[in-house]
C-alpha cells in the first residue's frame, strides 16, 4: 500500500490533536497579570505537551521518509501511536491542573510511556516489513535514546508518588533529550 493516506491521516490526527490542546487554554476574567499566576502549570503543560507532539511529528515524519509503502500491520502499529497521542489533551489538563498531585503526574507519564511504547513498536513493524537491512533499519540501530526515554519514564512515573515536580523535570528532561536533532534518518537517506 501507499503511505501517503497513513501519513495525511496521521497529519491530520495531530493537528487535531494540537486544536483541542489549545482549547483547553482558558482566558482569565481579570485583566492583570496577577489573574494568569494561576495558569502558569497550565500552560507549562501546555509547552510540554506541545512540544512532545511536535517531536513525534517530525520523528514520524522522517521514518516514513526512510520508508516506501506499508502494510496492514503498519496501518494498525500507526493507530496505537495516534490512540496514546489522543490522550495528551486529557492528561495535560489533568496534570497541568494538579502538578503537585501523584496520580494525575503519573499518568501523564504513563500516557508518555505508552506513546514512546507505541512509537517503539511502530518503528520494529515498519523495520519488520522493509528488512532488517533496510534504511530504516540501519538508521535506528540500537536505539538507544528510544530506550532511555522508556526506562526515564518508568522512573518517572514511580517518582511521581514520592515528588510529581521530580517527574515532571524527568519528563521535560526526556523532551530535552529528544530536542537535540536526530539526524540518524537523514544521514541514512543521504549517504
Not at 54 to 64: D, E, G, R
Not at 79 to 104: K, M, Q, Y
Request: hydrophobic share 55%; aromatic share 14%.
Amino acid at each position: 500500500m501507499n503511505k501517503g493516506r497513513l501519513e495525511a491521516f496521521s497529519d491530520a490526527v495531530t493537528a487535531i490533536i494540537i486544536t483541542i490542546m489549545v482549547l483547553e487554554l482558558k482566558v482569565p476574567h481579570d485583566t492583570n497579570f496577577e489573574a494568569l499566576r494561576p495558569l502558569v502549570p497550565v500552560f507549562l503543560s501546555y509547552v510540554l505537551s506541545f512540544i512532545y507532539l511536535a517531536i513525534y511529528w517530525n520523528n514520524h515524519h522522517h521514518l516514513f521518509q526512510a520508508v516506501q509503502r506499508v502494510n496492514g500491520h503498519v496501518l494498525w502499529a500507526n493507530l496505537h501511536l495516534l490512540f496514546w497521542l489522543s490522550l495528551f489533551p486529557f492528561v495535560r489538563v489533568w496534570a497541568g491542573e494538579n502538578l503537585s498531585a501523584t496520580v494525575p503526574v503519573a499518568c501523564y507519564g504513563f500516557v508518555l510511556f505508552c506513546g514512546a511504547i507505541s512509537y517503539f513498536i511502530l518503528t520494529r513493524t515498519l523495520i519488520a516489513y522493509h528488512g532488517k537491512d533496510s534504511t530504516l533499519a540501519v538508521a535506528l540501530g540500537s536505539d538507544f535514546k528510544g530506550k532511555v526515554s522508556v526506562i526515564t519514564y518508568a522512573v518517572a512515573i514511580l517518582l511521581a508518588f514520592v515528588a510529581p515536580w521530580l517527574a515532571c523535570l524527568l519528563y521535560a528532561a526526556v523532551a530535552i533529550l529528544w530536542l537535540i536533532p536526530d539526524r540518524r534518518i537523514e544521514k541514512a537517506l543521504t549517504s
